[in-house]
């Protein structure tokens, strides 16, 4: 008889006005929209052998109780906390208690951007940071998680 594992869960979150991409500042966001993150990472969870729960949230206090609910459930996080990055200490410490990998992602490259976006209080609390390379990254950040639960780290 095999008894078979339940797939590793990922929480892939999302933070504010992420919900507008595609119609937000295309020259600098792109044309694809959250849909489109959330179809390239179910597709990308499918191949790695991960399972996925993908939210987004415009609250600061939402994002920081989905933090916390992965304590104890999901194997990994990938966040893009958006504008909440550069403001939100309540995030970092949500990030540290819920000692759970967590890989930061911005769409865009935020140190060719406004000198505000270059500092993050995430990344204190983050095993890595993907920026720059669009919603690629999101695939990406699945793939090193993928890499590290099999390696155990
Ligand atoms: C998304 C946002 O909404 C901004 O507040 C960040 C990030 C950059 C991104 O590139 O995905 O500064």
């Not at 959250?34 to 790695?48: G, N």
């Not at 976006?117 to 090193?144: D, N």
Request: proline share 4%; aromatic share 4%; charged share 20%.
């Amino acid at each position: 008889m095999t008894v078979s594992q339940p797939l590793p869960l990922i929480a892939v979150l999302n933070g504010p006005n992420l919900n507008m991409l595609g119609l937000r500042q295309p020259e600098v966001y792109g044309r694809s929209t959250l849909d489109d993150v959330e179809a390239l990472c179910a597709e990308t969870a499918d191949r790695l052998g991960l399972a996925i729960d993908f939210r987004q949230t415009n609250g600061e206090g939402e994002l920081v109780s989905w933090v916390q609910e992965c304590r104890g459930k999901c194997a990994g996080i990938v966040i893009n906390p958006a504008g909440y990055t550069t403001t939100s200490i309540a995030l970092l410490d949500a990030l540290l208690a819920c000692e759970v990998p967590a890989i930061e992602v911005h769409i865009t490259n935020i140190h060719r951007r406004e000198e505000f976006r270059h500092k993050s209080f995430v990344s204190k609390a983050a095993v890595g940071v993907i920026c720059g390379l669009g919603i690629r990254g999101y695939a990406l950040a699945l793939q090193a998680l993928a890499e590290m639960i099999e390696e155990g780290a």
